[in-house]
């Protein structure tokens, strides 16, 4: 995908986010502080100002440069600090790219992984965003859902971006279900210990948001 | 909602132009955006500098403890969100008198990332930091994890320590060890009778009926640990304090700092209870309150409840608990 | 009602017996019920005695302005009630040092009729007294009988002006004068943005609706002088200082005291937005601020709400508004 | 009456009187602090203690003393101080009486309202505990009401003491009607200035719902 699509894509898709603060808001507050939904709508709408500001000429890794600059600094609550964070070690691994395609998807995708994990001292089954992304990342290699080890199966057809976008919520939505009746380990919901069970995380959540948005907004 | 505000939006930089317009003998902006701030006359040559912050709500943490014999800068937070890296650098930079910065603040995710990233930043710039996290909060994580815990209203007494060693003269690394020993010698713990309203979500973080409390209650609207009827001021200070001193296990005859501290809408009548309480309590367990310190230390917005904060002193923490201290927002003499 | 209490009927007297163990080197008891207070170390020879009091739930007020450079004496009655006649006796008699005691206190209906009935019980005792009532509210009575408006958070202001005089050994009629012109000299008006609920009561003194405030509101729970829908800040402010200026109408060019005082659960953040309004305003009517005193003075138990005065000052109330002043509850160096 | 009849009358009375609490806190937090409930119930309690405690040979004056000290610092509000000042005042009349008629009932009556109107500087039409007070004791001098100038008329037998009662209470009510849409003129309720009209001045539904009890307890 060609950087002039992707930003367009990516502009639709953080507009189509500040709509999901109420719910973010409730999620939080029900085991933290209430702050996620500014945090994801300031942040979303200071990473789209951030790609209108680029010239027209950026590639791809100033473009992770300049959202995960904003995002961070928009609300820097956690989840932007993590988020922000992976996406400016994720400018790293497309340097230069005036292009995306699935592997540079798969690349940036591990790469905010891994920098979450490390910066958050956070492991699957923390019941963080971590639990929502990294299996997601797992259809993105085009590994089907529940058997992340197995190798992509070569009898069936690559699936085309909207189908993976589909597997990843689907995922996502998945693992989010799973992780709710955990205790969270990690940041403010660890705090109220047995009483985060039975709440979903937030922040999973807002990924999901991210990646149902993403879906309806590559199609048109 | 009911609040005495403007814009949602603007709500932190104007209480900070009204703080700045209030104060300007004491605290000077840093930065362009005013979320950096300083004392006034800060840098001070030769001085280890104490740079805290945090999220915005909690007066008079964090910036009120930016002062004489306290901390020498802060960055200023949205409601109940971290400063910004570049904020805190801003304000590292201007409280830098060539003996290096303290990054002292209390133990929250987005506060930690902020002030790691700008640690990071400051090591580029040749300031050397060093970071003590405070997590005072007894019941926010058991004692195994007890570097996980919180920081609560404690902070307080980890910058009256820290910027009294910082004042006197202080290495970067005896003031650290100093603040690090306070932290380690006190512990926290709150209850909440109602929630908080941040000024731009609009809505209670929580809900309470009307005979209910949150007990184990943080300072940012999160909910306590658990949630039970409301009690006497007798009965919850004996639950606040029994949970302290079964973590913090004081020999008999300690002396110690007591802080009774109001989380917003409490009135300072009711804190008086609560002392009394205590000292009753205290007494038959021979320890001596060495100095009260009875007030809003550390709020959460319009959140009616309290906390209680004990740190174990010796010689030479009570030496610099001691020593005077100024700002607009905190007087020791 | 929610409130870290225990038995509603002991609440004054746990409060009081709370402060006392808190603060011993700075107040001591002067009566058997420990309803009269005065400073520790008084009568002071030679010195004017400052005595004050009123109903409780309003702390700092009253006897948090006991204090070097302030009162010296305080009779404190039950929540929002007057102290008995007794009671003040017993604080007068403790606080007069041979130079006579003024009575100084908010102009209630109640408290005049006990300070009156104890000023005549003092005269039998052979103390000299004389009274100067605080009546500051601007919206409580007309101009043409300002005499019968009621004393709010301009209280703290005489106590702070009288005080330094007392100190500095000023005779009675001197203390009284500078008392009395300090009233004259200040207005205050406030709003209210959620009732207050008297202890024994355990009911709120009105209801309020989600969008509305009372306007013109004292410091006992009792209504303002009409309901308005809720405002921003700024125009809050504007509506206090404007009613505020053109009933005391200040010169152009000078200099006041402001105090932007929180009632008891508005954050002191919501202080500080009233607080740069204020001073744009004041700025632009060339009235320049000296000393801005922003926080709780004056509180009304949990109430929300703000209060401003303004207090213009000449040459000779600067002195000893500047003079230090140090209480548990109110420092100024 | 004697004081052994007059002690158990009144004692009876101020039992009586803490059931009004709640009403007069409602009517007082209406115009001004709410306090009225506390200032009447824990001042009839302390009223009626000091009884108790008097020996069964003090005078009347005596035990207006008592009650009017005891009154007076129980709550020591406005209503508090002036009705405890007032019975103060009203003792000197009926120095060393051991029983009342209703000449001394009048003299006490008088020396309540002057000391009232003295210390309250207040007068007739002020929207105070006087409007109600005041006009009453002319039914005790035997005048009729509404005029309170025509002597006592000579054609008409004199009413017993319940019959005064019932004619004082009358009296009472139809005074803090008339005057309930008035101003407040004095005391806090004068500072909520317009918003005091319509309501109607909780000392002087006190001294009403003080003289039913009266009432009630008189014939029993
Ligand atoms: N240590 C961590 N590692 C990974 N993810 C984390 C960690 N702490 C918090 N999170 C994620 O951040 C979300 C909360 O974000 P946010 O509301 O911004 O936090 P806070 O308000 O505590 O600063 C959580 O739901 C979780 O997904
Ligand atoms: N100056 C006055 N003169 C006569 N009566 C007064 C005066 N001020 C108040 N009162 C009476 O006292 C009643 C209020 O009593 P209380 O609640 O004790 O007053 P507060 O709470 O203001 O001290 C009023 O309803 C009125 O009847
Ligand atoms: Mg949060
Ligand atoms: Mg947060
Ligand atoms: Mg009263
Ligand atoms: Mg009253």
Redesign the pocket.
């Known amino acids: 995908m060609k950087m002039v699509e992707l930003r367009s894509i990516l502009e639709r898709t953080l507009q189509s986010m500040p709509a999901h603060a109420d719910e973010l808001r409730k999620l ?1 507050a029900a ?3 209430g ?2 939904g500014i ?1 994801v709508s300031a942040g979303s709408s200071a990473s789209r100002e951030a790609i209108f500001a680029l010239p027209q000429s950026a590639d791809a890794s100033e473009l992770l440069m300049a959202v995960g600059k904003a995002f961070s600094t928009a609300n820097p ?4 600090a ?1 988020i922000g964070g992976g996406l400016l070690a994720a400018a790293k691994t497309v340097h230069g790219n005036t292009a995306l395609d699935r592997a540079d998807a798969i690349a940036i995708g591990d790469a905010v992984a891994t920098r ?2 490390e ?4 492991q699957l089954g ?1 019941k ?3 639990d929502a992304l990294i299996p997601s990342l797992e259809n993105l290699r085009g590994n089907r859902l529940g058997s992340p080890d197995s190798p992509n199966p070569s009898d069936s057809p690559a699936p085309d971006a909207a189908e993976v976008l589909d597997a990843m919520i689907a995922t996502s939505h998945a693992q989010i279900d799973a992780t709710t009746g955990l205790q969270s380990a ?4 660890a705090w109220v210990q047995e009483r985060s069970v039975g709440h979903p ?4 959540v807002a990924y999901l948001r991210f990646l149902q948005e993403l879906r309806t907004h590559w199609s048109r | 909602m009911k609040k005495i505000i403007n814009n949602p939006a603007d709500f932190v930089d104007e209480m900070i132009e009204g703080i700045l317009l209030a104060h300007p003998e004491s605290l000077r902006s840093a930065s362009a955006d005013h979320r950096a701030l300083v004392r006034t006359g800060a840098p001070f040559a030769g001085k280890v500098g104490i740079v805290t912050g945090g999220g915005s709500g909690h007066l008079p943490v964090f910036l009120g403890y930016v002062g004489e014999g306290l901390c020498t800068g802060v960055a200023v937070g949205n409601v ?3 400063p910004s890296s570049e904020q805190i650098l801003s304000a590292t930079e201007s409280a830098h008198g060539g003996a290096g910065v303290l990054y002292l603040y209390g133990n ?3 506060d930690v990332f902020n002030f790691d990233l700008a640690a990071d930043l400051a090591e580029l710039a040749d300031i050397e930091t060093a970071t003590v996290l405070v997590s005072d909060d007894v019941v926010s994580a058991p004692k195994e994890r007890a570097a996980d815990r919180r920081g609560v209203a404690g902070m307080v007494f980890a910058y009256k320590i820290a910027g009294a060693a910082a004042a006197r003269g202080d290495s970067l690394s005896e003031v650290a060890r100093l603040a690090e020993k306070t932290n380690q010698c006190m512990r926290s713990m709150g209850v909440g009778l109602s929630p908080t309203i941040l000024p731009a979500a609009g809505e209670p973080t929580f809900t309470l009926g009307d005979d209910e409390m949150e007990i184990g209650i943080g300072i ?1 609207g999160e909910p306590g640990v658990h949630r039970g009827s409301l009690e006497t001021a007798d009965r919850i200070t004996q639950r606040l304090l029994h949970e302290i001193l079964a973590d913090l296990e004081p020999a008999t005859g300690s002396r110690i700092a007591l802080m009774v501290n109001g989380m917003g809408a409490t009135p300072t009548e009711e804190l008086y209870l609560m002392y009394r309480r205590a000292r009753q309590i205290l007494d038959e367990a021979s320890i001596t309150v060495h100095r009260p310190y009875i007030g809003e230390y550390a709020t959460s917005l319009e959140m009616a409840g309290a906390s209680i904060t004990v740190l174990v002193l010796d010689e030479e923490l009570t030496k610099l608990l001691d020593a005077p201290a100024y700002s607009p927002f905190f007087q020791q003499r």
Chains 1, 4 share one sequence.
């Open positions: 939080d085991l933290g502080d702050d996620l945090t609550s956690t989840f932007a993590l979450i994990a910066r958050g001292k956070a923390d963080t965003v971590l990690k940041g403010r919901a995380d937030p922040g999973a | 109940f969100s971290s929250y995710g987005g940012h």
